[in-house]
Protein backbone atom coordinates (compact mmCIF):
# COMPACT_ATOMS: atom_id res chain seq x y z
CA UNK A 1 0.00 0.00 0.00
CA UNK A 2 2.58 2.54 0.78
CA UNK A 3 5.06 3.39 -1.87
CA UNK A 4 8.45 4.63 -0.50
CA UNK A 5 7.82 8.42 -2.58
CA UNK A 6 4.63 9.12 -0.72
CA UNK A 7 4.71 11.63 1.84
CA UNK A 8 2.70 10.88 5.05
CA UNK A 9 -0.80 12.51 3.54
CA UNK A 10 -0.19 10.37 0.56
CA UNK A 11 -0.19 7.00 2.90
CA UNK A 12 -3.26 8.37 4.92
CA UNK A 13 -5.71 8.92 1.58
CA UNK A 14 -5.67 5.47 0.63
CA UNK A 15 -6.25 3.94 3.65
CA UNK A 16 -8.57 6.46 4.35
CA UNK A 17 -10.06 5.50 1.15
CA UNK A 18 -10.58 2.24 1.55
CA UNK A 19 -12.11 2.34 5.27
CA UNK A 20 -14.57 5.08 3.79
CA UNK A 21 -15.51 2.46 0.84
CA UNK A 22 -15.88 -0.08 3.85
CA UNK A 23 -18.25 2.28 5.42
CA UNK A 24 -20.63 3.13 2.17
CA UNK A 25 -20.88 -0.64 1.99
CA UNK A 26 -22.04 -1.07 5.25
CA UNK A 27 -23.83 1.37 4.98
CA UNK A 28 -25.68 1.31 1.71
CA UNK A 29 -26.40 -2.45 2.42
CA UNK A 30 -27.83 -1.75 5.73
CA UNK A 31 -30.55 0.48 4.03
CA UNK A 32 -30.52 -2.05 1.13
CA UNK A 33 -30.59 -5.25 3.11
CA UNK A 34 -34.61 -5.52 4.54
CA UNK A 35 -36.17 -5.27 1.34
CA UNK A 36 -33.00 -7.41 -0.35
CA UNK A 37 -33.75 -10.00 1.82
CA UNK A 38 -37.42 -10.40 1.09
CA UNK A 39 -36.31 -9.71 -2.96
CA UNK A 40 -33.82 -12.53 -3.00
CA UNK A 41 -35.76 -14.92 -1.48
CA UNK A 42 -39.19 -14.29 -3.33
CA UNK A 43 -37.69 -13.07 -6.78
CA UNK A 44 -34.27 -14.43 -7.52
CA UNK A 45 -33.69 -17.58 -5.53
CA UNK A 46 -37.13 -18.70 -7.77
CA UNK A 47 -36.50 -17.03 -10.96
CA UNK A 48 -33.14 -19.50 -10.65
CA UNK A 49 -33.79 -22.59 -9.18
CA UNK A 50 -36.60 -22.06 -12.21
CA UNK A 51 -34.03 -23.80 -14.54
CA UNK A 52 -33.19 -26.99 -12.40
CA UNK A 53 -37.02 -27.61 -11.86
CA UNK A 54 -37.24 -27.56 -14.96
CA UNK A 55 -34.82 -30.44 -15.24
CA UNK A 56 -36.54 -32.72 -12.91
CA UNK A 57 -39.75 -34.54 -12.57
CA UNK A 58 -40.97 -32.45 -9.49
CA UNK A 59 -44.46 -33.09 -8.42
CA UNK A 60 -46.56 -32.07 -5.72
CA UNK A 61 -45.72 -34.71 -3.22
CA UNK A 62 -41.61 -33.50 -2.65
CA UNK A 63 -38.94 -34.02 -4.35
CA UNK A 64 -38.05 -34.82 -8.07
CA UNK A 65 -35.41 -36.77 -9.97
CA UNK A 66 -32.95 -35.00 -12.68
CA UNK A 67 -34.42 -36.17 -15.85
CA UNK A 68 -32.40 -34.04 -17.89
CA UNK A 69 -34.00 -32.48 -20.97
CA UNK A 70 -36.80 -34.79 -21.00
CA UNK A 71 -39.53 -31.96 -20.25
CA UNK A 72 -38.82 -29.97 -23.10
CA UNK A 73 -38.73 -33.17 -25.10
CA UNK A 74 -42.53 -33.71 -24.20
CA UNK A 75 -42.57 -30.04 -24.00
CA UNK A 76 -42.07 -29.45 -28.27
CA UNK A 77 -44.38 -32.73 -28.89
CA UNK A 78 -47.30 -31.42 -26.19
CA UNK A 79 -50.02 -29.88 -28.65
CA UNK A 80 -51.81 -28.41 -25.54
CA UNK A 81 -48.30 -26.34 -25.29
CA UNK A 82 -48.27 -25.70 -29.36
CA UNK A 83 -51.75 -24.27 -29.01
CA UNK A 84 -51.11 -22.05 -25.87
CA UNK A 85 -47.86 -21.03 -27.61
CA UNK A 86 -49.77 -19.88 -31.35
CA UNK A 87 -52.40 -18.45 -28.82
CA UNK A 88 -49.94 -16.27 -27.15
CA UNK A 89 -48.53 -14.52 -30.24
CA UNK A 90 -51.65 -14.19 -31.48
CA UNK A 91 -53.14 -12.39 -28.54
CA UNK A 92 -49.88 -9.90 -28.47
CA UNK A 93 -50.09 -9.34 -32.11
CA UNK A 94 -53.66 -7.95 -31.93
CA UNK A 95 -53.04 -6.26 -28.74
CA UNK A 96 -49.75 -4.92 -29.04
CA UNK A 97 -50.50 -2.41 -32.21
CA UNK A 98 -54.28 -1.61 -31.25
CA UNK A 99 -53.44 -0.92 -27.76
CA UNK A 100 -50.78 1.42 -29.26
CA UNK A 101 -52.97 3.00 -31.78
CA UNK A 102 -56.11 3.41 -29.39
CA UNK A 103 -54.31 4.97 -26.39
CA UNK A 104 -51.93 7.16 -28.94
CA UNK A 105 -55.11 8.08 -30.06
CA UNK A 106 -56.58 9.25 -26.61
CA UNK A 107 -53.61 11.04 -25.94
CA UNK A 108 -53.36 12.81 -28.55
CA UNK A 109 -57.17 14.18 -28.21
CA UNK A 110 -56.26 14.56 -24.04
CA UNK A 111 -53.25 16.55 -25.33
CA UNK A 112 -55.87 19.51 -26.75
CA UNK A 113 -57.34 21.89 -25.35
CA UNK A 114 -60.99 20.28 -25.58
CA UNK A 115 -63.71 20.71 -22.96
CA UNK A 116 -64.04 17.79 -20.05
CA UNK A 117 -60.22 16.75 -20.83
CA UNK A 118 -59.53 16.17 -17.17
CA UNK A 119 -62.78 14.75 -16.51
CA UNK A 120 -61.81 12.34 -19.18
CA UNK A 121 -58.26 11.42 -17.71
CA UNK A 122 -60.07 9.79 -15.12
CA UNK A 123 -62.62 8.20 -17.03
CA UNK A 124 -59.86 6.72 -18.78
CA UNK A 125 -57.99 5.56 -16.62
CA UNK A 126 -60.58 4.01 -14.34
CA UNK A 127 -60.61 0.56 -15.92
CA UNK A 128 -57.04 0.18 -15.41
CA UNK A 129 -57.77 0.35 -11.32
CA UNK A 130 -60.82 -1.99 -11.18
CA UNK A 131 -59.67 -6.09 -10.29
CA UNK A 132 -59.66 -8.23 -13.31
CA UNK A 133 -62.23 -10.59 -11.85
CA UNK A 134 -65.03 -7.53 -11.94
CA UNK A 135 -63.99 -6.74 -15.18
CA UNK A 136 -64.04 -10.23 -16.41
CA UNK A 137 -67.24 -11.46 -15.18
CA UNK A 138 -69.12 -8.06 -16.25
CA UNK A 139 -67.73 -8.79 -19.96
CA UNK A 140 -68.56 -11.78 -19.77
CA UNK A 141 -72.10 -10.92 -19.58
CA UNK A 142 -72.19 -7.79 -21.50
CA UNK A 143 -70.64 -10.31 -24.50
CA UNK A 144 -73.20 -12.91 -23.62
CA UNK A 145 -74.70 -13.96 -27.31
CA UNK A 146 -78.06 -14.41 -27.13
CA UNK A 147 -78.82 -11.68 -24.02
CA UNK A 148 -75.43 -9.68 -23.61
CA UNK A 149 -76.57 -5.77 -24.36
CA UNK A 150 -73.66 -5.36 -27.00
CA UNK A 151 -74.96 -8.13 -29.62
CA UNK A 152 -78.30 -6.59 -28.23
CA UNK A 153 -76.99 -2.81 -30.12
CA UNK A 154 -75.27 -4.62 -32.71
CA UNK A 155 -78.87 -6.72 -33.98
CA UNK A 156 -80.13 -2.98 -33.70
CA UNK A 157 -77.68 -2.02 -35.89
CA UNK A 158 -78.38 -4.17 -38.33
CA UNK A 159 -76.09 -7.12 -38.05
CA UNK A 160 -78.52 -9.95 -38.26
CA UNK A 161 -76.09 -12.58 -36.90
CA UNK A 162 -73.24 -11.19 -34.43
CA UNK A 163 -70.68 -13.34 -32.94
CA UNK A 164 -71.14 -15.55 -30.49
CA UNK A 165 -67.68 -13.84 -28.72
CA UNK A 166 -66.94 -15.91 -25.90
CA UNK A 167 -68.66 -19.06 -27.13
CA UNK A 168 -67.10 -18.92 -30.50
CA UNK A 169 -63.72 -20.41 -31.52
CA UNK A 170 -62.91 -17.55 -33.78
CA UNK A 171 -64.32 -14.31 -31.67
CA UNK A 172 -63.15 -15.20 -27.85
CA UNK A 173 -59.95 -14.45 -28.54
CA UNK A 174 -60.61 -11.03 -30.74
CA UNK A 175 -63.19 -10.21 -27.35
CA UNK A 176 -60.58 -10.81 -25.29
CA UNK A 177 -58.05 -8.60 -26.80
CA UNK A 178 -61.17 -5.85 -26.93
CA UNK A 179 -61.65 -6.54 -22.86
CA UNK A 180 -57.96 -5.63 -22.21
CA UNK A 181 -57.45 -2.99 -24.58
CA UNK A 182 -59.89 -1.26 -22.79
CA UNK A 183 -58.85 -2.24 -19.82
CA UNK A 184 -54.84 -0.84 -20.43
CA UNK A 185 -56.00 2.02 -22.83
CA UNK A 186 -55.66 4.35 -20.09
CA UNK A 187 -52.47 3.35 -18.77
CA UNK A 188 -50.44 3.67 -21.98
CA UNK A 189 -52.91 6.83 -22.72
CA UNK A 190 -50.94 8.23 -19.25
CA UNK A 191 -47.33 7.36 -20.82
CA UNK A 192 -47.74 8.66 -23.89
CA UNK A 193 -49.30 12.03 -22.78
CA UNK A 194 -45.98 12.74 -20.73
CA UNK A 195 -44.22 11.94 -23.61
CA UNK A 196 -46.09 14.30 -25.61
CA UNK A 197 -45.59 16.88 -23.06
CA UNK A 198 -42.18 16.01 -24.16
CA UNK A 199 -42.10 17.19 -27.91
CA UNK A 200 -40.83 20.72 -27.92
CA UNK A 201 -43.50 23.09 -28.60
CA UNK A 202 -41.14 25.13 -31.31
CA UNK A 203 -40.88 22.37 -33.62
CA UNK A 204 -45.03 22.36 -34.05
CA UNK A 205 -44.54 26.09 -34.76
CA UNK A 206 -41.26 25.72 -36.79
CA UNK A 207 -43.20 22.94 -38.67
CA UNK A 208 -46.63 24.87 -39.29
CA UNK A 209 -44.80 28.13 -40.43
CA UNK A 210 -43.02 25.36 -43.13
CA UNK A 211 -46.99 25.06 -44.27
CA UNK A 212 -46.48 21.61 -42.85
CA UNK A 213 -50.63 20.27 -41.98
CA UNK A 214 -51.58 18.31 -39.56
CA UNK A 215 -51.29 14.44 -40.56
CA UNK A 216 -47.30 16.11 -41.76
CA UNK A 217 -46.62 17.25 -38.56
CA UNK A 218 -47.68 13.93 -37.18
CA UNK A 219 -45.91 11.79 -38.87
CA UNK A 220 -42.47 14.32 -38.65
CA UNK A 221 -42.90 15.64 -35.16
CA UNK A 222 -44.97 14.09 -33.04
CA UNK A 223 -44.22 10.34 -33.92
CA UNK A 224 -39.99 10.75 -33.93
CA UNK A 225 -40.10 12.93 -30.60
CA UNK A 226 -42.11 10.14 -29.26
CA UNK A 227 -39.44 7.67 -30.01
CA UNK A 228 -38.51 7.07 -26.43
CA UNK A 229 -42.34 6.61 -24.90
CA UNK A 230 -43.01 4.16 -27.54
CA UNK A 231 -39.97 2.34 -27.22
CA UNK A 232 -40.85 1.88 -23.55
CA UNK A 233 -44.52 1.32 -24.37
CA UNK A 234 -43.59 -1.40 -26.29
CA UNK A 235 -41.87 -2.79 -24.43
CA UNK A 236 -44.04 -2.84 -21.74
CA UNK A 237 -46.96 -4.06 -23.66
CA UNK A 238 -45.22 -6.96 -25.27
CA UNK A 239 -44.36 -8.21 -21.77
CA UNK A 240 -47.99 -7.77 -20.60
CA UNK A 241 -49.23 -9.46 -23.33
CA UNK A 242 -46.95 -12.67 -23.05
CA UNK A 243 -47.79 -13.24 -19.67
CA UNK A 244 -51.30 -12.84 -20.19
CA UNK A 245 -53.53 -14.87 -17.47
CA UNK A 246 -55.49 -13.67 -15.17
CA UNK A 247 -58.32 -11.87 -17.18
CA UNK A 248 -58.09 -15.83 -19.16
CA UNK A 249 -58.05 -17.90 -16.60
CA UNK A 250 -61.82 -15.85 -15.29
CA UNK A 251 -63.10 -15.80 -18.51
CA UNK A 252 -62.68 -19.52 -19.25
CA UNK A 253 -61.75 -21.34 -15.64
CA UNK A 254 -62.22 -24.48 -17.55
CA UNK A 255 -59.00 -23.98 -19.76
CA UNK A 256 -57.64 -26.45 -21.36
CA UNK A 257 -60.96 -28.93 -21.82
CA UNK A 258 -63.38 -25.98 -22.10
CA UNK A 259 -64.83 -25.57 -25.41
CA UNK A 260 -62.61 -22.52 -25.84
CA UNK A 261 -59.07 -23.55 -25.95
CA UNK A 262 -59.27 -21.46 -28.66
CA UNK A 263 -57.71 -18.93 -26.00
CA UNK A 264 -55.36 -20.72 -23.76
CA UNK A 265 -52.02 -19.17 -23.47
CA UNK A 266 -48.82 -19.91 -22.06
CA UNK A 267 -49.15 -18.88 -18.58
CA UNK A 268 -52.42 -20.88 -18.34
CA UNK A 269 -50.65 -23.48 -20.03
CA UNK A 270 -47.87 -23.08 -16.68
CA UNK A 271 -51.12 -23.22 -14.19
CA UNK A 272 -52.61 -25.89 -16.03
CA UNK A 273 -49.82 -28.49 -16.23
CA UNK A 274 -48.25 -27.23 -12.42
CA UNK A 275 -51.10 -26.58 -10.35
CA UNK A 276 -54.34 -28.49 -11.42
CA UNK A 277 -52.30 -31.57 -13.26
CA UNK A 278 -49.26 -31.24 -10.37
CA UNK A 279 -46.25 -31.87 -12.71
CA UNK A 280 -44.19 -29.19 -11.22
CA UNK A 281 -41.27 -30.22 -13.29
CA UNK A 282 -43.04 -30.69 -16.86
CA UNK A 283 -44.51 -27.22 -16.26
CA UNK A 284 -41.53 -25.43 -15.17
CA UNK A 285 -40.14 -26.43 -19.00
CA UNK A 286 -43.08 -23.98 -20.15
CA UNK A 287 -42.20 -21.54 -17.74
CA UNK A 288 -38.53 -21.39 -18.94
CA UNK A 289 -40.03 -21.06 -22.78
CA UNK A 290 -42.12 -18.19 -21.35
CA UNK A 291 -39.21 -16.89 -19.84
CA UNK A 292 -36.93 -16.46 -22.80
CA UNK A 293 -39.74 -15.60 -24.81
CA UNK A 294 -40.07 -12.22 -22.85
CA UNK A 295 -36.00 -11.98 -22.36
CA UNK A 296 -35.95 -12.71 -26.14
CA UNK A 297 -38.43 -9.84 -26.88
CA UNK A 298 -36.65 -7.20 -24.44
CA UNK A 299 -33.71 -7.57 -26.39
CA UNK A 300 -34.65 -7.51 -29.59
CA UNK A 301 -36.68 -4.08 -28.95
CA UNK A 302 -33.59 -3.21 -27.22
CA UNK A 303 -31.25 -3.60 -29.91
CA UNK A 304 -33.92 -2.51 -32.67
CA UNK A 305 -34.29 1.03 -30.40
CA UNK A 306 -30.21 1.51 -30.41
CA UNK A 307 -29.88 0.94 -33.68
CA UNK A 308 -32.56 3.06 -34.74
CA UNK A 309 -31.43 6.02 -32.22
CA UNK A 310 -27.74 6.13 -33.51
CA UNK B 1 -65.57 46.29 -18.08
CA UNK B 2 -66.16 44.70 -21.29
CA UNK B 3 -67.29 41.64 -19.55
CA UNK B 4 -69.36 40.69 -22.41
CA UNK B 5 -66.96 40.86 -25.11
CA UNK B 6 -64.37 38.72 -22.88
CA UNK B 7 -67.24 35.81 -23.32
CA UNK B 8 -67.70 35.09 -19.43
CA UNK B 9 -64.16 34.42 -18.56
CA UNK B 10 -63.47 35.55 -14.74
CA UNK B 11 -62.51 38.93 -15.00
CA UNK B 12 -59.07 37.96 -13.52
CA UNK B 13 -58.02 36.96 -16.95
CA UNK B 14 -58.69 40.66 -18.01
CA UNK B 15 -55.72 41.95 -16.55
CA UNK B 16 -53.64 40.44 -19.55
CA UNK B 17 -54.16 42.16 -22.77
CA UNK B 18 -57.30 42.22 -24.10
CA UNK B 19 -55.94 40.83 -27.80
CA UNK B 20 -53.71 38.94 -26.04
CA UNK B 21 -56.11 36.59 -24.29
CA UNK B 22 -58.65 36.79 -27.11
CA UNK B 23 -56.84 36.40 -30.48
CA UNK B 24 -55.94 32.98 -29.90
CA UNK B 25 -59.49 31.88 -29.27
CA UNK B 26 -60.95 33.96 -32.48
CA UNK B 27 -58.31 32.93 -34.99
CA UNK B 28 -59.42 28.99 -33.91
CA UNK B 29 -62.85 29.27 -34.43
CA UNK B 30 -62.45 31.35 -37.32
CA UNK B 31 -60.78 28.39 -38.94
CA UNK B 32 -63.70 26.14 -40.19
CA UNK B 33 -61.29 23.14 -40.82
CA UNK B 34 -59.75 24.13 -36.83
CA UNK B 35 -63.91 24.08 -36.07
CA UNK B 36 -64.44 20.95 -37.62
CA UNK B 37 -61.49 19.22 -35.93
CA UNK B 38 -62.40 20.35 -32.37
CA UNK B 39 -66.15 19.39 -33.29
CA UNK B 40 -65.16 15.53 -34.24
CA UNK B 41 -62.50 16.08 -31.28
CA UNK B 42 -65.24 16.10 -28.80
CA UNK B 43 -67.79 13.70 -30.11
CA UNK B 44 -64.65 11.73 -30.20
CA UNK B 45 -64.40 12.05 -26.54
CA UNK B 46 -67.76 11.57 -25.42
CA UNK B 47 -67.88 8.21 -27.28
CA UNK B 48 -64.88 7.12 -25.86
CA UNK B 49 -66.34 8.22 -22.67
CA UNK B 50 -69.53 6.60 -23.12
CA UNK B 51 -67.34 2.86 -23.67
CA UNK B 52 -65.46 3.60 -20.52
CA UNK B 53 -67.84 3.82 -18.33
CA UNK B 54 -71.16 2.67 -19.59
CA UNK B 55 -69.76 -1.50 -18.41
CA UNK B 56 -69.40 0.25 -14.91
CA UNK B 57 -73.06 2.05 -14.85
CA UNK B 58 -74.64 -1.47 -15.77
CA UNK B 59 -72.74 -3.24 -13.37
CA UNK B 60 -73.66 -0.83 -10.60
CA UNK B 61 -77.33 -0.61 -12.19
CA UNK B 62 -77.89 -4.79 -12.43
CA UNK B 63 -76.58 -4.74 -8.68
CA UNK B 64 -80.46 -3.28 -7.99
CA UNK B 65 -82.14 -5.40 -10.67
CA UNK B 66 -84.03 -8.64 -10.30
CA UNK B 67 -82.33 -11.75 -10.45
CA UNK B 68 -84.40 -12.20 -13.72
CA UNK B 69 -84.23 -8.53 -15.08
CA UNK B 70 -80.51 -8.61 -15.92
CA UNK B 71 -80.84 -10.37 -18.71
CA UNK B 72 -83.85 -9.01 -20.25
CA UNK B 73 -84.38 -7.89 -24.01
CA UNK B 74 -84.37 -5.43 -24.38
CA UNK B 75 -82.03 -4.26 -22.09
CA UNK B 76 -82.88 -2.11 -19.67
CA UNK B 77 -80.55 0.29 -18.19
CA UNK B 78 -82.49 1.04 -15.08
CA UNK B 79 -83.88 -1.35 -12.77
CA UNK B 80 -88.05 -1.26 -12.82
CA UNK B 81 -88.03 -1.34 -8.77
CA UNK B 82 -84.94 -0.83 -7.15
CA UNK B 83 -84.21 -3.78 -4.80
CA UNK B 84 -81.59 -2.58 -2.30
CA UNK B 85 -82.12 -5.57 -0.11
CA UNK B 86 -79.07 -7.38 -2.02
CA UNK B 87 -76.84 -5.14 -0.20
CA UNK B 88 -77.90 -6.69 2.98
CA UNK B 89 -77.78 -9.95 2.06
CA UNK B 90 -74.68 -10.09 0.28
CA UNK B 91 -73.32 -9.76 3.91
CA UNK B 92 -75.69 -12.73 5.65
CA UNK B 93 -75.96 -15.01 2.77
CA UNK B 94 -71.98 -15.14 1.79
CA UNK B 95 -68.51 -14.82 3.14
CA UNK B 96 -68.15 -11.30 1.65
CA UNK B 97 -67.47 -9.87 5.54
CA UNK B 98 -64.24 -12.32 6.06
CA UNK B 99 -63.08 -11.56 2.50
CA UNK B 100 -63.24 -8.26 2.94
CA UNK B 101 -61.64 -8.05 6.16
CA UNK B 102 -59.17 -10.57 4.60
CA UNK B 103 -58.08 -8.08 1.54
CA UNK B 104 -58.45 -4.80 4.00
CA UNK B 105 -55.37 -6.72 6.32
CA UNK B 106 -53.41 -8.11 3.28
CA UNK B 107 -53.60 -4.79 1.27
CA UNK B 108 -52.81 -2.59 4.24
CA UNK B 109 -49.87 -4.80 5.56
CA UNK B 110 -48.32 -5.39 2.03
CA UNK B 111 -48.46 -1.34 1.58
CA UNK B 112 -47.36 -0.70 4.46
CA UNK B 113 -43.71 -2.81 3.98
CA UNK B 114 -43.61 -1.89 0.31
CA UNK B 115 -43.22 1.72 1.00
CA UNK B 116 -41.18 1.15 4.12
CA UNK B 117 -38.70 -1.37 2.63
CA UNK B 118 -38.61 0.23 -0.47
CA UNK B 119 -38.12 3.70 0.25
CA UNK B 120 -35.40 2.89 2.44
CA UNK B 121 -33.59 0.64 -0.44
CA UNK B 122 -34.20 3.14 -2.10
CA UNK B 123 -32.01 5.74 0.03
CA UNK B 124 -29.46 3.37 -0.60
CA UNK B 125 -29.50 2.93 -4.58
CA UNK B 126 -29.99 7.01 -4.54
CA UNK B 127 -27.76 8.61 -1.77
CA UNK B 128 -24.62 5.94 -1.00
CA UNK B 129 -22.41 5.58 -3.28
CA UNK B 130 -20.59 1.81 -2.74
CA UNK B 131 -18.82 -0.94 -4.57
CA UNK B 132 -21.52 -3.28 -6.59
CA UNK B 133 -24.48 -1.07 -6.16
CA UNK B 134 -25.42 -0.05 -9.74
CA UNK B 135 -25.02 -4.34 -10.98
CA UNK B 136 -27.28 -4.75 -7.94
CA UNK B 137 -29.67 -2.27 -9.10
CA UNK B 138 -30.01 -3.75 -12.38
CA UNK B 139 -30.70 -7.01 -11.11
CA UNK B 140 -33.61 -5.35 -9.41
CA UNK B 141 -34.65 -3.31 -13.16
CA UNK B 142 -33.77 -6.96 -15.09
CA UNK B 143 -36.29 -8.91 -12.77
CA UNK B 144 -39.16 -6.24 -14.22
CA UNK B 145 -38.67 -8.00 -17.58
CA UNK B 146 -39.25 -11.52 -16.09
CA UNK B 147 -43.20 -12.56 -15.79
CA UNK B 148 -44.38 -13.71 -12.27
CA UNK B 149 -45.98 -16.62 -14.13
CA UNK B 150 -42.53 -17.96 -15.20
CA UNK B 151 -41.66 -18.27 -11.52
CA UNK B 152 -44.77 -18.96 -9.56
CA UNK B 153 -43.64 -22.70 -9.39
CA UNK B 154 -40.73 -22.83 -7.67
CA UNK B 155 -41.50 -19.62 -5.46
CA UNK B 156 -44.92 -21.97 -4.62
CA UNK B 157 -42.61 -25.02 -4.04
CA UNK B 158 -40.30 -22.60 -1.84
CA UNK B 159 -43.39 -21.63 0.04
CA UNK B 160 -44.91 -24.83 0.43
CA UNK B 161 -41.58 -26.02 2.00
CA UNK B 162 -41.58 -23.61 4.34
CA UNK B 163 -45.67 -24.92 5.49
CA UNK B 164 -46.81 -21.29 4.16
CA UNK B 165 -49.55 -21.94 1.81
CA UNK B 166 -53.33 -20.98 2.50
CA UNK B 167 -52.03 -18.27 4.95
CA UNK B 168 -52.30 -14.66 3.98
CA UNK B 169 -48.68 -14.57 5.46
CA UNK B 170 -47.54 -16.22 2.18
CA UNK B 171 -49.22 -14.05 0.23
CA UNK B 172 -47.53 -10.61 2.27
CA UNK B 173 -44.16 -11.87 1.84
CA UNK B 174 -44.80 -12.57 -1.62
CA UNK B 175 -45.70 -8.99 -2.70
CA UNK B 176 -44.31 -7.00 -0.16
CA UNK B 177 -40.77 -6.67 -1.66
CA UNK B 178 -41.11 -5.71 -5.17
CA UNK B 179 -39.00 -4.28 -7.16
CA UNK B 180 -41.08 -1.77 -8.20
CA UNK B 181 -41.18 0.37 -4.94
CA UNK B 182 -37.57 0.41 -5.19
CA UNK B 183 -37.37 1.65 -9.06
CA UNK B 184 -39.92 4.47 -8.11
CA UNK B 185 -38.52 5.50 -4.91
CA UNK B 186 -34.93 6.02 -6.31
CA UNK B 187 -36.40 7.84 -8.89
CA UNK B 188 -37.50 10.16 -6.71
CA UNK B 189 -34.92 10.32 -4.25
CA UNK B 190 -32.39 11.37 -7.17
CA UNK B 191 -34.19 14.57 -8.08
CA UNK B 192 -33.65 16.01 -4.39
CA UNK B 193 -30.68 18.22 -4.55
CA UNK B 194 -27.43 16.59 -2.66
CA UNK B 195 -27.24 19.84 -0.49
CA UNK B 196 -30.12 19.11 1.68
CA UNK B 197 -28.51 15.66 3.04
CA UNK B 198 -25.30 17.59 3.16
CA UNK B 199 -26.47 20.43 5.47
CA UNK B 200 -27.81 17.71 7.71
CA UNK B 201 -25.05 15.78 7.90
CA UNK B 202 -22.90 18.90 8.79
CA UNK B 203 -25.49 19.26 11.95
CA UNK B 204 -24.23 15.48 12.82
CA UNK B 205 -27.59 13.66 11.68
CA UNK B 206 -26.95 10.41 10.85
CA UNK B 207 -27.51 9.02 7.36
CA UNK B 208 -30.76 7.09 8.83
CA UNK B 209 -32.54 10.19 10.53
CA UNK B 210 -31.44 12.23 7.07
CA UNK B 211 -33.86 9.29 5.39
CA UNK B 212 -36.48 9.77 8.54
CA UNK B 213 -36.48 13.12 8.82
CA UNK B 214 -35.35 14.90 4.98
CA UNK B 215 -36.08 12.68 2.73
CA UNK B 216 -39.35 10.95 3.79
CA UNK B 217 -40.95 14.56 4.52
CA UNK B 218 -40.03 15.87 0.99
CA UNK B 219 -41.20 12.82 -0.94
CA UNK B 220 -44.87 12.77 0.21
CA UNK B 221 -46.00 12.80 -3.36
CA UNK B 222 -43.80 10.12 -4.49
CA UNK B 223 -44.89 7.67 -1.03
CA UNK B 224 -48.87 8.65 -2.06
CA UNK B 225 -48.16 7.18 -5.52
CA UNK B 226 -46.16 3.94 -4.47
CA UNK B 227 -48.63 3.26 -1.08
CA UNK B 228 -51.60 4.37 -3.56
CA UNK B 229 -50.66 1.82 -6.28
CA UNK B 230 -49.43 -0.38 -3.80
CA UNK B 231 -52.73 -0.81 -2.18
CA UNK B 232 -55.02 -1.09 -5.50
CA UNK B 233 -52.62 -4.08 -6.97
CA UNK B 234 -53.19 -5.76 -4.11
CA UNK B 235 -56.59 -5.43 -3.47
CA UNK B 236 -57.10 -6.39 -7.01
CA UNK B 237 -54.92 -9.53 -7.19
CA UNK B 238 -56.26 -12.42 -8.15
CA UNK B 239 -53.73 -15.11 -9.19
CA UNK B 240 -52.14 -14.55 -5.33
CA UNK B 241 -54.93 -15.89 -3.71
CA UNK B 242 -55.58 -18.15 -6.57
CA UNK B 243 -51.98 -19.80 -6.01
CA UNK B 244 -52.11 -20.46 -2.13
CA UNK B 245 -55.35 -19.46 -0.96
CA UNK B 246 -57.45 -22.65 -0.72
CA UNK B 247 -60.04 -22.55 2.27
CA UNK B 248 -62.70 -20.41 2.29
CA UNK B 249 -62.47 -18.22 5.50
CA UNK B 250 -58.93 -17.33 3.96
CA UNK B 251 -60.47 -16.03 0.47
CA UNK B 252 -59.95 -12.46 -0.49
CA UNK B 253 -62.86 -10.34 -2.23
CA UNK B 254 -61.42 -11.22 -5.76
CA UNK B 255 -61.37 -15.02 -4.95
CA UNK B 256 -64.57 -15.02 -3.49
CA UNK B 257 -66.33 -12.81 -5.73
CA UNK B 258 -64.84 -15.76 -8.92
CA UNK B 259 -66.14 -18.76 -6.75
CA UNK B 260 -69.18 -16.87 -5.94
CA UNK B 261 -70.19 -17.61 -9.83
CA UNK B 262 -68.30 -20.70 -9.88
CA UNK B 263 -70.34 -22.39 -7.00
CA UNK B 264 -73.51 -20.83 -7.47
CA UNK B 265 -75.08 -22.89 -10.33
CA UNK B 266 -78.05 -20.87 -9.87
CA UNK B 267 -76.43 -17.75 -10.73
CA UNK B 268 -78.13 -15.53 -9.18
CA UNK B 269 -75.92 -12.29 -11.08
CA UNK B 270 -77.70 -9.34 -9.52
CA UNK B 271 -76.19 -10.70 -6.12
CA UNK B 272 -72.82 -11.18 -8.02
CA UNK B 273 -72.94 -7.19 -9.45
CA UNK B 274 -74.00 -6.54 -5.54
CA UNK B 275 -70.60 -7.94 -4.51
CA UNK B 276 -68.67 -6.51 -7.76
CA UNK B 277 -70.21 -3.05 -6.74
CA UNK B 278 -68.87 -3.53 -3.31
CA UNK B 279 -65.67 -4.51 -4.13
CA UNK B 280 -64.82 -1.92 -6.42
CA UNK B 281 -66.09 0.87 -4.46
CA UNK B 282 -63.49 1.30 -1.93
CA UNK B 283 -61.10 1.71 -5.12
CA UNK B 284 -62.64 4.25 -6.82
CA UNK B 285 -62.73 6.28 -4.08
CA UNK B 286 -58.94 5.95 -3.21
CA UNK B 287 -58.32 6.58 -6.93
CA UNK B 288 -60.69 9.86 -6.82
CA UNK B 289 -59.25 11.05 -3.77
CA UNK B 290 -55.29 10.13 -4.90
CA UNK B 291 -55.66 10.24 -8.76
CA UNK B 292 -53.30 13.14 -8.70
CA UNK B 293 -50.56 10.61 -7.27
CA UNK B 294 -51.38 7.78 -9.39
CA UNK B 295 -51.26 9.43 -12.52
CA UNK B 296 -47.72 11.13 -11.72
CA UNK B 297 -46.33 8.12 -10.07
CA UNK B 298 -47.27 6.06 -13.25
CA UNK B 299 -45.97 9.26 -15.51
CA UNK B 300 -42.56 9.37 -13.64
CA UNK B 301 -41.86 5.29 -13.29
CA UNK B 302 -43.93 4.51 -16.64
CA UNK B 303 -43.98 1.19 -14.96
CA UNK B 304 -46.52 -0.97 -12.47
CA UNK B 305 -46.26 -3.27 -10.18
Not at chain 1, 113 to 137: C, D, E, H, N, W
Not at chain 2, 196 to 202: H, I, N
Request: with cysteine; glycine share 6%.
Amino acid sequence: MTSATAGPAGTRTPRRRSKLALRNTLLGWSFILPNFLGFAIITLVPVVTLFYVSLTDFNIFGKGDFIGFGNFERLVADPLFQRSFVNTLYYSALHVPLTIVVSLGLALLLNTKLRGVSFFRTAAFFPYITSIVAIALVWNLLFSPTYGPINEVLRFLGVAEPPGWLTSQDWAMPAIVIISTWRDMGYYMILFLAGLQAVPRELYEAARVDGANVMQRFWNVTLPGLRPTMFLVTVLLTIASFKIFDLIIVLSPGGAAAPNAATVVLSQFIYQRGFIESKFGYASSGAVALFFLCIIATIIQFLINKRRSV
Amino acid sequence: MTVTQLGGTPPVTSKRPLTGSNRPRTDRSSSPAARARRIVGSLLLVAFALALLVPFFWMVASSFKDSNEVFSVPVRWLPDTWHWEHYVELWTETGMATWLRNTIILATVVTFLQVLTGSFAAYGFAKVRFPGRDVLFLVYLGTIAVPWQSYMIPQYIMLAQAKLTNTLLALIVLQAFGAFGVFLMKQFFETIPEELSEAARLDGLSEYSIWARIMLPLSVPALAALALLTFVNTWNDYLGPLLYLRSRENWTVQLGLKNFVANNLTADYSMLFTGLTISVIPIAVIFLLGQRFFIEGIATSGLKG
